[in-house]
């Protein structure tokens, strides 16, 4: 019921919870993610268009490979976690700002250090009543930084879209910096929510009063959300707290869940990218991407955990992160298929 519900609005409730109205929380503005043209330009142009881009992209998913990940054949130790986001941060920039960006080190820099920023910028306003936040940001520090780095990634990307001046992606006028950068970081954080477990999805604002069929009441200016505890529920996947790589593909052999069980789907029995018509728009590059990382890492890089290091998984609110500090030990191979 409530998810063609369009008097519950998404991008309301992103923009109160990410602190949209505060200088520096840009790419979080309700303008932003709720916007036709940046809706259209990725559902429609980018998701139709993925076919022709895909070389590009694992073009540029080898490249980055190389210099982030390096091809030396000896076991050595990296960060995955930051390696990978520097990836798919790559790749990202290179449909939507071209080869100048994906190349650009410190553009690569700046959305990385905006993505750990805001979160710090984010908690530390946390910890100030909502109506002193409008005043406090000035002075805390992470803030500060985080304004800091959306002059920087502006500056950046100026020379780039002046040299574009054909038009966005959608195919209309767009000289807005933020809007670039934008589209970028939302694409960037569709990947990560693959990489992210969350306990609540379908986040919303109540726009008026609604009645649901049940009886039951939202107010206007209610925030909501729906568990996702049927993402863990065993009688839907069997021994959901084991890891199992041929899950979907045996779940999308039984009748009747050959649709539910491709990556991009949505249902209620598994809500990783939302649910309903305001889904996460960007879910279907952020698929073919990860694919094609995941294709390159496995087939040309050998792995393995450190000895004796067990790995842990964070809790933090309502979602489920791996732990930023894991580190693994890397050496090229010949792959056996060429790519």
Known sequence: ELKGENRLSLSKSLAHDLRAHIPGFDPFKESFFGHGVHRDAIRAKLTQNLGKVTESLSKETSDALSDLFTDNPDWHEVLPKQLILRVIIRVSALILLGPEASRNADYCRVTVQYAVNMMLASQALRSWPRFLQPLVHWFLPSCRRLRALMREARNIIQPLVDKKRTGDISGRPSDNLVNHFTDSFRLVLASIQVLTHVTVSMRRRALEDIRLHDGLEIPKGAFIGVSTHRMWDPTIYPEPEKFDGYRFLKRSQIQGHEKDSQFAA??????????????????????????????????????????????????????????????????????????
Request: proline share 5%; with cysteine.
């Open 266 to 339: 949505t249902s209620v029995d598994h809500m990783g990218f939302g649910y309903g018509n305001q889904a996460c728009p960007g879910r279907f590059f952020a698929v073919d991407v990860i694919k094609i990382v995941f294709c390159h890492l496995l087939l040309k890089y050998d792995w393995k955990l450190q000895e004796g290091y067990k790995p842990v998984v964070l809790e933090v609110g309502v979602s489920f992160l791996m732990d930023p500090k894991t580190k693994l030990l890397v050496r090229r191979r010949q792959e056996e298929i060429p790519i």
